[in-house]
Every structure is written in structure tokens, then in C-alpha cells.
């Protein structure tokens, strides 16, 4: 593994291992001294061209407990908003030594561009591409389903909500469907993409039809920021075909989780009731979030370059 | 070595852990993965057999905090498991062979940031020479002179589904 660019470019062993890794550095977490030596002298920089407080904030965690030398770089207040293309702030980086770039852009396929130029020679893990993939945020929320629910093999995942703008279902369903569970996709017709019958997953336009056997609920973001067109006649009436509320949740089977990804819209796909809920592992999310990337970084980075491996 | 050379091995280990410590109460044993951690649980339990009282064995993985990591490609973690503080106690680290001494500076590293144990003593099945940093230790079950080309091979029944052994290797 070089590179992390999507959910689907793991392999069940491969995947498997870094949740286990994970499964181990989460123990950091709970330590008086909260840092491994492992990755010391080696610099990692987060190159951000959109928003972001968790995923960025996670990373430089994990950077930071793993000892290595972490550069923020985010769009506003660089030279990108000047006008400077990828390409030029890539080799910028790479003149100046970093190991890896963790990428998160507006456009999706930019950080395929970036592993796959000559502009740089580090590791790139995808942080978030437009619409296109999420992957280390697929690969914790299988972290913290298998934690609930033990081997995903056969479970029942349902993912509802704006899948059509939604990066973290696409990695989410590559992911779960290489560890074996099934996943349905719930989503007016207007939000699901096109193509999406090639995916490995069961698609609904019915949230109540698919309640009753899910073994974990994710609810997605409705991404205004990104729509340009009218994808349902009101927020209203989202929230009460698409959204999660007590009811709803009540159907749930008794060892069901609720998942969300972050950032909420509070009362539009989860209602407030449900998201502070003791099902509700939105919290956990994040806290597996750091050491789910510690993994990454260390795999990626932790042992012999390619080419040097002996 | 066979299986009744190390376990009579082993029994003289605990009790000259044993009889080094006396207190067995002030005791925490910490095996390295993945052979060092069976033979802490061998070792804990002869202890409890002898001193009557409960002594629980825990797992300290060094991977993080090897020298080597960049030589190799990544390997995957083992659990650690510490039961419980160890500030002030003495911790008896256990691995089956000791040859470089880089496993034990590694997991010296690793205990230090878990922790100020009140003193740190280094069981091992092994013995084989080779020394490249200047670690010794403190109950050895046997000493094995070795050429550095060969390999000591040690088999546990719980990993290797063998009989226990201890075999030197040839060239490789």
C-alpha cells in the first residue's frame, strides 16, 4: 500500500489490518502519555482546499501522537487563493520534504492526480474528494460498527440521505461490501446517482420499509453547499420521508446503532432526540476517527519505502 | 531443547524471580509477542502455584518503538496489555531469545512511557550471544552458543501446534 485514494482499492486482508492496527493504537488514547515514537523526523502535511474541522483536526491528532512533523495548509489565506495551481503548491511541498500529503479538495479525483503525477514522491492519503470518495472515514465507521456489532459479515447496513453529493457513502459502501455486509442505500430518487445499480449495494426510496433489520443506520448530511437544483420540494418534507426521528428509531432492532458522519443538520436527516441518544456513536465516531488514522499513517509510512523493502 | 528442558527451565526462572523479589506481590511479569507472551503465562502461572497468590501476566508489544521499522515493511501490531500500574513495582520482561538486545531497548522505551516501575529485570528462554548494545539478562534458561548465520528456532504447542522446543537452525 503507497497510497490510500479510495475504499476500494482495499483488499479484505488489507483492510482488516488496519482496523486491528487501529483496535491496538486506541489504547494510546487512554495512556498518560498519549505519543509513540514510531513516525519521529518524518513530515506530513494537510493540504486542505475546502472546510474541514474534524477530518483535519483527526489527522494532525494522529500525525502529532505518532511523533512526526505535521504542516497545515489550507486554502484560504495561501497562495491558492491567489491563483496557484495544484501542480505548483505540490511541488512547493515537495521541495520542501514532505513524506506524505493528506489531501482533502473541491474537485473529485484530486488526490489520484496528485499520487499519480511526478509532482511529488510521498505517500497520498484522500481526505475527502468533492463527491467522489472519503475513505479513512469509511474505514472508521466500520471500525466502530464492528466494535458494536462484531464480524460486519452479513450485517445490515442502511445508509440514508443525500447519497448523490455524499462522499462517505461511496467509500462506505465499497468498504462494507469488501468485509461482506449488505448495504442498502436509502434516498429520494433525485439523490441517488446515476449509475448507482453498479454499485455493490440494494437501493430504497422507502427509510421505513428498511428499519426493521438494520443492524446500524447512517445518516448523511444533506449537502445544500453543493446543490444547484431542487432535489425535494422542502426541508419539511425531507426530514419527514428521510429523517430520523424517535419514532423511527424505535423500530430499530434492540442492538442497532446510529451513525452520522458530522457535521448534523440538527431536525433536518437527525433529529436532536436521536443524535444525543445513548444508541447514537457519533462521538465515538470520532474518537476511533484518530487512531483509525494513526493506522493509516502508520502503515503507510511506519516501515520500508517501496523499493527498499527487503 | 525439549519440552521437559524447558519447562524445568522455566520452573527455575520463577524461582529465582522469585527469590530475587521475594515480595511476589511487588512482581508484574510483561511478555514480548508473540512467544514471549506464552511464556509469561507459564511463568505467572508457576508463580501463583508456588506463592499462593494470583499473579496475572500482561503483554508489552514493541513494535512501535523498534529501530528497524524502515528496513522492513510494515508489520502488523500485537496487544498490549499491562494489568495494572506499574509505578514503583518491578517488572520482570520476558521474550523466548535474546540475541541483538534491540527487542529489549525497544520495549525498555515502551515501558518508560507506561510508567516508572521501580526496576526492570529481563527473563529469557535463550541466551544466544550476538550482543549489539549493552543489555544483559538477569535469568536465562539456557545459554546457546550460536554462529551468526544460524537461526534458533523456538516452538510453543499453543503458536506451532508442535511439541515445545528449541532447535538451532543452519545457514539460510
Do not use: C
Not at chain 1, 484522500?126 to 470518495?133: K, P, R, S, V
Not at chain 1, 475513505?135 to 450485517?155: I, V, Y
Amino acid at each position: 500500500m503507497k497510497h490510500l485514494l479510495s475504499a476500494g482499492d482495499l483488499s479484505r486482508d488489507e483492510a482488516t489490518l488496519i482496523l486491528d492496527t487501529a483496535a491496538e493504537l486506541l489504547s494510546v488514547a487512554k495512556r498518560p502519555i498519549k505519543k509513540l515514537p514510531t513516525l519521529r523526523g518524518r513530515t506530513i502535511v494537510n493540504l486542505f482546499f475546502e472546510d474541514s474541522t474534524r477530518t483535519r483536526i483527526s489527522f494532525e491528532a494522529a500525525a502529532k501522537r505518532l511523533s512526526a512533523d505535521v504542516i497545515n495548509f489550507s486554502a484560504k489565506g495561501s497562495s491558492a487563493s491567489k491563483g496557484e495551481s495544484l501542480k505548483d503548491t505540490a511541488l512547493t511541498l515537495q521541495a520542501m520534504g514532505a513524506d506524505a500529503v493528506v489531501i482533502r479538495h473541491h474537485a473529485s479525483g484530486a488526490p489520484y492526480r496528485l499520487a499519480h503525477s511526478k509532482w511529488s514522491n510521498g505517500a497520498v492519503v484522500n481526505a475527502g474528494d468533492g463527491t467522489h470518495e472519503h475513505p479513512t472515514q469509511a474505514l472508521l465507521d466500520a471500525f466502530t460498527m464492528r466494535s458494536h456489532l462484531g464480524d460486519l459479515a452479513g450485517k445490515d447496513i442502511t445508509i440514508v440521505g443525500d447519497v448523490l453529493h455524499s462522499r462517505v457513502a461511496r467509500s462506505n459502501a465499497l468498504l462494507l461490501d469488501t468485509l461482506g455486509a449488505n448495504v442498502t442505500l436509502v434516498a429520494p430518487p433525485t439523490l441517488l446517482p446515476v449509475g448507482v445499480e453498479t454499485w455493490p449495494v440494494a437501493t430504497s426510496y422507502d427509510f421505513d420499509a428498511s428499519l426493521e433489520k438494520a443492524d446500524a443506520v447512517m445518516m448523511l448530511r444533506v449537502q445544500r453547499e453543493r446543490m444547484n437544483a431542487s432535489f425535494f420540494p422542502s426541508a419539511r418534507e425531507y426530514s419527514r420521508r428521510y429523517g430520523l426521528d424517535v419514532a423511527r428509531m424505535n423500530r430499530l432492532p434492540q442492538h442497532a446503532i446510529v451513525m452520522h458522519p458530522g457535521p448534523m443538520n440538527r431536525g433536518m436527516e437527525i433529529n436532536a432526540d436521536v443524535a444525543d441518544s445513548d444508541r447514537s456513536v457519533i462521538v465515538e465516531q470520532v474518537t476511533n476517527g484518530v487512531a483509525v488514522r494513526m493506522a493509516v499513517l502508520y502503515l503507510l509510512l511506519g516501515g520500508a519505502t517501496e523499493g527498499e523493502d527487503s | 531443547m525439549d519440552a521437559t528442558d524447558i519447562s524445568r527451565a522455566l520452573t527455575r526462572i520463577t524461582h529465582e524471580i522469585l527469590e530475587k523479589n521475594r515480595d511476589a506481590e511487588q512482581v508484574v511479569i510483561l511478555g514480548i509477542p508473540t512467544r514471549g507472551v506464552e511464556l509469561a503465562q507459564r511463568i505467572a502461572a508457576k508463580m501463583t502455584e508456588v506463592e499462593g497468590t494470583t499473579i496475572t501476566p500482561g503483554a508489552l508489544d514493541v513494535t512501535m518503538y523498534r529501530d528497524d521499522l524502515r528496513l522492513r515493511a510494515p508489520r502488523a501490531l500485537e496487544p498490549t496489555n499491562v494489568p495494572e500500574d506499574i509505578d514503583g513495582r518491578v517488572v520482570v520482561l520476558v521474550d523466548d531469545v535474546l540475541m541483538s538486545g534491540r527487542t529489549i531497548r525497544a520495549a525498555l522505551d515502551a515501558l518508560s512511557e507506561l510508567g516508572r516501575p521501580k526496576a526492570v529485570q529481563l527473563a529469557v528462554l535463550v541466551d544466544r550471544g550476538h550482543r549489539e548494545l549493552p543489555i544483559r539478562a538477569d535469568f536465562v534458561g539456557k545459554n546457546l552458543p550460536t554462529a551468526k548465520t544460524e537461526k534458533v528456532q523456538v516452538r510453543l504447542a499453543e503458536f506451532d501446534g508442535t511439541e515445545d522446543s528449541v532447535q538451532i537452525e543452519g545457514d539460510r
